[in-house]
């Protein structure tokens, strides 16, 4: 595990508006993904996923409230 | 080494990559192989530039799964025999989401009370199966049983996701059907239309 490649994807996940949050989950959680090849150099953004959610939820302040009337 | 954006059916041409570089289509049976140079090194910039090649790509091709950031091979003959065997399940998920799009919510506040009846086991299946169907969104379904193709759900302690194939084009009918709809104790934020990325065929463990 490289550390300094896994800071750097903390950092991007610390620092989303919540429209990049949105691209996260979709670019890096959904996708076809080839067995085995996928991820180079993005090392350790897998273990910020359970992060990314407890943002995603955090993330609809930002959002406008669809569903307040 | 290249790097897979999307596997398509019509893809359009004059595609560019996340480096700005001109995408190549590569056939595989019906498949169409959309892809360039490897991605740039991780960044918010990088994710955001393969999101909008994905994009330009699902907007003109007739069928598009996208390919998660970062899917390498080390050339054409590598990347076909990593798709060869999955071309079966790959052409199935191009039909689902061919002419279509897809629209993302965020739920919060679905947290399902546990079960009264049964024993433990009972009532730990029962709860698992609220959170993979979330039955609070019923109403929800039901307002849009006419524009939804397809669902999938992730449930997580704090948010669920749903994800809604639409045809394309529905975007607005769509949100306009959410908007409508009052769900007790649950907030919903809408995202969208997007390239039907969570309709990828499951990975292999």
Request: proline share 7%.
């Amino acid at each position: 595990m490289n550390s300094r490649k896994r800071a750097e994807a903390e950092e991007i996940i610390e620092r989303a508006d919540a429209s990049l949050l949105e691209i996260i989950d979709h670019v890096l959680n959904k996708g076809v993904m080839l067995q085995g090849e996928v991820i180079l150099g993005v090392a350790g953004v897998d273990l910020v996923y359970l992060r990314l959610n407890a943002l995603l939820c955090a993330a609809d302040r930002l959002l406008p409230a669809r569903d307040r009337k | 080494m290249i790097g897979l954006y999307a596997i398509a059916l019509g893809a359009p041409p004059e595609l560019t990559g996340a480096r700005g570089e001109p995408l190549r289509v590569l056939r595989c049976g019906e498949l169409e192989l959309v892809h360039g140079e490897v991605p740039p090194p991780l960044s918010a910039e990088a994710l955001r530039a393969h999101e909008a090649a994905v994009r330009r790509i699902a907007e003109g091709a007739l069928a598009c799964l996208p390919a998660r950031f970062g899917c390498c091979a080390e050339d054409e003959a590598a990347l076909s025999q990593l798709i060869e065997s999955r071309q079966v399940e790959l052409a199935e998920a191009l039909r689902l989401v061919r002419g279509r799009e897809q629209m993302t919510l965020r739920v919060h506040g679905a947290r399902p009370a546990p079960p009264a009846a049964g024993g433990p086991g009972t009532r730990y299946l029962e709860q698992r199966r609220r959170a993979m169907t979330l039955p609070e969104l019923d109403p929800l379904r039901s307002a849009l049983a006419n524009l939804v193709r397809a669902e999938r759900v992730e449930g997580h302690s704090e948010v669920a996701s749903v994800y809604h194939l639409i045809d394309r084009g529905g975007a607005a009918a769509y949100q306009r059907a959410v908007e409508g709809i009052r769900l007790d104790g649950l907030r919903v934020a809408i995202s969208g239309p997007w390239p039907a990325w969570s309709f990828a065929p499951e990975i292999e463990p």
